[in-house]
């Protein structure tokens, strides 16, 4: 089981605290830094000193990190027109040695386009389909080759599909509960499919239609990758865990319920409950930014159980 650290940082953080999470995570051996795609906060939280956006986050990542591969859960599709996503990717990619992987979704937040002018379409399962063709196409496009798209939202024309990024293919997640429409896009384009904060049994029935739905595109089911998404909540005593429980304005029993909370031994069962029904990575989304016993107590005592 692959374990991965998952932040929120719309909810309030700069981009030093990123940075050292992003280090932390790293010389702990976590399998990846990911973020979330939001310019405005949620919940009762104030959001100081104001959102960061994901790519240029990544991208002083990329300089300042070695190893940890940095990605996104997920990129909100109408923040980006698609031929300029796929030069930030690649961009990016390119500044961190090959170590960038790509959530896309459709976006959803209303309330944070209307704060900073952006549009919010109504149909954005639609864009979000031709975004993938959009990005992937201009990726596989052979050096010297041109690229066309013209689809109901998007055309390009005779793009010369630059610049690449440094990996032969950039993983692409894509994720959600939908279950007929998201189940086919992750057939068509995805590497790994995403579901984020659900229970085991939605989780294992959402892994069956994903898993169904590729082999119906001609895709061995095996080849994605499936993981979920689950806010963590461990500590060694009862105290720990209520203590930062209540540092994110968190009921205990309601984490152990919804998310990944108590014990260490606690928590491994909890996730191996998840690898029996598919899932092969887990995103530990962490709130508490400032905490990094945190991710030294995962670490040490529930990496280990899970490798």
């Not at 374990?3 to 992003?22: K, M």
């Not at 530990?284 to 040490?300: F, Y």
Request: aromatic share 8%; proline share 5%.
């Amino acid at each position: 089981m692959d374990l991965r650290v998952f932040t929120e940082p719309q909810q309030g953080a700069t981009y030093e605290t990123l940075l050292r999470v992003a280090k932390a995570a790293e010389e702990l051996n976590y399998g990846a830094f990911f973020r979330s795609d939001h310019y405005l906060h949620m919940g009762a939280v104030d959001g100081l000193p104001g959102p960061t956006d994901a790519w240029i986050t990544l991208a002083g990542l990329a300089r300042e990190t070695t190893r940890i591969r940095l990605g996104t859960l997920m990129t909100a599709g109408t923040f980006r027109l698609p031929g300029v996503l796929a030069i930030q990717v690649a961009q990016v990619d390119q500044m961190s040695g090959g170590r960038v992987e790509l959530g896309l979704g459709s976006g959803w937040y209303a309330e944070e386009h209307a704060a900073y002018g952006i549009p919010f379409p109504k149909e954005k399962f639609g864009r979000l389909e031709e975004q993938l063709a959009v990005v992937t196409g201009l990726w596989n496009t052979p050096v010297g080759e041109r690229f066309d798209f013209t689809g109901t939202y998007y055309q390009l024309s005779d793009s010369p599909a630059l610049p690449k990024p440094a990996q032969a293919r950039v993983p692409v997640l894509i994720g959600g509960h939908g279950a007929r429409r998201t189940p086919a896009l992750a057939a068509q384009y995805a590497d790994e499919f995403n579901i984020p904060f659900a229970s085991l049994a939605d989780t294992e029935q959402q892994f069956k239609r994903v898993r169904a739905a590729a082999e119906a595109y001609g895709r061995r089911a095996d080849d994605l990758v499936y993981s979920n998404a689950l806010v963590a909540c461990v500590g060694k005593t009862d105290a720990e865990v209520k203590r930062r429980a209540e540092a994110i304005g968190r009921d205990v029993d309601e984490l152990k319920a919804n998310g990944l909370a108590g014990s260490p031994a606690e928590v491994v069962e909890r996730i191996s409950a998840f690898r029996a029904v598919g899932s092969q990575r887990m995103y530990l989304q962490m709130l508490d930014l400032d905490d990094l016993d945190h991710l030294e107590l995962i670490a040490s005592d529930v990496m280990p159980q899970l490798s």
